[in-house]
Each structure stands twice: as structure tokens, then as C-alpha cells.
């Protein structure tokens, strides 16, 4: 199977789970207002959304790909693959870290250095890594995520054990 039609079946389900999940979130008991049926509905709508921009621009890819343009000599191939899994790997690890350290550390601060080291690693080779963006927003989404949940929400999200236990909070 070519690559353009792997894409082209995971863009087909991508929007074929959104529709599961859109499905299956209209089920919710609703209630008037926003309920525990408006996020759902919101997030399978941006999933069926982006499997069928995913299918456009793999269908404008494959009807413009020809055989010579998408050929990829061996040996640049392997070593891409080799590479590919390193950051798939480093990415499991920082996940792993992120989720065993979010309840003493707390939401703001590990979602803080998660962002800015996934930024850093899924940095192509080719391009320079701009620090000053990266801790910008990695800074700014989490404490933004954090208070919207605890004002908007009102939602708790681990502020983390150890401040507590050092006595700063």
C-alpha cells in the first residue's frame, strides 16, 4: 500500500471515529445551556473536521503525486525510519514523565516543560530552534488552560503536592 493511501485511509478514520464519537456524544443527557454534551460534540466536530482536511489534502496530493517526484532513495529512507522511531521513543518517555510527575509537580509547571521539550524535540534538524516562542507558549497555554478550568469550568486541576509540602501555596 503507497503512502499516500495510508494517509487517505487514516484521514477516513479519523473522521470515521469522530463520527463514532459525535454519535455516541449526542447520546449524553442534555440539559439547556452548556451540559456534559457540549465539549464532546465540540471535540468529535474538530476530529470529523480534521480527517476530512486530512482526505483533501492527500486527495490534491495523490491527484498531483507522480512516480518520480515521490521516490525516496534507500538509504535516505532507513536512516529517516531510524529517526522517526527515536522521537516516537523520546516522545513515550517525556509522556510517561509528564503523567508520573503531574500530581506532585502540578498541571501549570509540568505542562510547562512537557510543551517546551515535545516543542523542541519535534523540531526538524533543518530549522533552528527558537527558544523565546517556545517558552512563551509553553508558559502561557498551560497557566491559560489551568484558570480557564478553575474560573470558567470550575474544575481543580493538580496545582501539585509539593508546593503544599514546601508551604508556598
Not at 465539549?39 to 480534521?50: A, Q, T
Not at 495523490?62 to 518520480?68: D, V
Request: proline share 5%; glycine share 8%.
Amino acid at each position: 500500500m503507497s503512502k499516500t493511501r495510508k494517509e487517505m485511509c487514516f484521514g477516513l478514520g479519523m473522521f470515521l471515529s469522530g463520527l463514532a464519537y459525535f454519535i455516541c456524544a449526542t447520546q449524553l443527557p442534555r440539559k439547556s445551556g452548556i451540559d456534559s454534551a457540549t465539549v464532546p460534540c465540540f471535540l468529535s466536530s474538530l476530529i470529523m473536521l480534521l480527517g476530512i482536511v486530512h482526505l483533501a489534502a492527500n486527495w490534491r496530493r495523490r491527484r498531483g503525486e507522480t512516480a518520480s517526484r515521490g521516490a525516496v532513495p534507500a538509504a535516505e529512507g532507513v536512516e529517516l525510519r531510524r529517526r522517526d522511531f527515536g522521537t516516537v521513543a523520546l516522545t513515550a518517555i517525556l509522556i510517561v514523565a509528564y503523567v508520573s510527575l503531574l500530581a506532585p509537580f502540578g498541571f501549570p509547571l509540568m505542562s510547562s516543560i512537557y510543551l517546551f521539550l515535545q516543542m523542541s524535540l519535534l523540531t526538524p534538524g533543518y530549522e533552528k530552534r527558537r527558544f523565546i516562542p517556545y517558552t512563551a507558549i509553553s508558559v502561557t497555554v498551560p497557566v491559560v488552560v489551568y484558570y480557564s478550568f478553575l474560573w470558567a469550568f470550575d474544575l481543580m486541576l493538580p496545582s501539585g503536592d509539593v508546593w503544599y509540602d514546601m508551604g508556598w501555596v
